[in-house]
Structure formats: structure tokens, C-alpha cells
């Protein structure tokens, strides 16, 4: 009778076990499951929010820009982005994990758009950071990108970011 309490118990407190997971590695598990260790292009739309035309046209767009800069901007569209709260953990998490961005130079750029929050939001390497500062990201998403979301111009909105951005990253 001992033994089999036991053995009960120590199945109990397994199981128990097995099933605890703290946030983190629930976001490392999701981060892992929908992007693995790469990005599928320059431009990852998990929402289908644009056409196959409008895709290739800005995977066109920057990859010829780091070619020509070694700069690399990303565009990363979630319909959400649970279990994150905040757009920026998000793509500082995607952004590590994709390895955007040179690592001597860590001058990585993505824009992230989670379309079930309508949040849009710029995440930077720490070499971009020095150039494009937080102000000035906000300020190209209220300004560039914002207004022509709201006309419905996903991908001029985005291809207006990614250009105002890339100007004033010099």
C-alpha cells in the first residue's frame, strides 16, 4: 500500500511538472514552431494580408537595399502575436532568433504589423538604434505608415515606412 502511494505521488508531481512552463519558454516555443532558425524571405506575412505581386515586389525592394548597404530590413506580419503583450519583446525575440541584421554591426530593422491588435510596430538592432531612435520610428509610423492604413494601402503603407526609414538612416 506504501509503495503504490508512492508510486501515485511520483506521477502526480511528473505530470505536474511536465506541464509547468513559464512565459518565456512558451514564446521560445512559439518563436521556434512559426519561424525556425531563418527567415523564409525578407518579407514573412502570416496573415495574407498582401498579394503575391505586392510580396515580391518588396522582397525585391529590400534585398537590393542590403545588398547595396549591408542593412537588413525585414517585414514580419502576424495576425497576433500571443502570448506577447508588447510588439517590441516580440520583434526583439523574432528579430534574435532570425538574426536579422549583421552581428558585428547588430544594424538590423524589421517592421511588425499584428493585424488582430492593428498594431504596428518598428523594431531596431542596437547599431540602427544609435541612428533610428525610437522618436523617429514612431514618428514614421504615425506619419508614413499609418495614414495610408487607413485609406487600406497595406503595402504602400509599408513600402512608405521602409523608404522614409531607409532615407533617414544615414
Known amino acids: 500500500m506504501h509503495i503504490r502511494k508512492l508510486i501515485v505521488s511520483l506521477i502526480l508531481i511528473l505530470a505536474f ?15 521556434t514552431k512559426l519561424y525556425g532558425k531563418q527567415p523564409i524571405s525578407y518579407v514573412n506575412d502570416y496573415s495574407d494580408l498582401l498579394n503575391e505581386q ?24 502576424m495576425e497576433n502575436i500571443e502570448p506577447y503583450e508588447d510588439i517590441l519583446e516580440f520583434g526583439k525575440d523574432i528579430g534574435n532568433r532570425l538574426g536579422v541584421g549583421k552581428k558585428e554591426k547588430d544594424n ?3 517592421i511588425i504589423l499584428d493585424m488582430s491588435k492593428r498594431n504596428v510596430g518598428i523594431s531596431t538592432g542596437l547599431g540602427t538604434e544609435k541612428v533610428l531612435t525610437d522618436s523617429i520610428c514612431q514618428t514614421v509610423i504615425n506619419e508614413d505608415i499609418i495614414p495610408k492604413f487607413k485609406d487600406g494601402k497595406f503595402h504602400d503603407g509599408i513600402l512608405a515606412g521602409f523608404t522614409s526609414l531607409m532615407n533617414k538612416w544615414k
Open 108 to 110: 538590423g530593422l524589421m
Open 17 to 31: 511538472l511536465g506541464c509547468k512552463t513559464s512565459n518565456k519558454q512558451t514564446q521560445e516555443l512559439n518563436t
Open 54 to 77: 505586392e510580396i515580391a515586389e518588396l522582397d525585391t525592394f529590400l534585398r537590393d537595399y542590403e545588398k547595396r548597404t549591408t542593412r537588413e530590413c525585414i517585414l514580419v506580419v
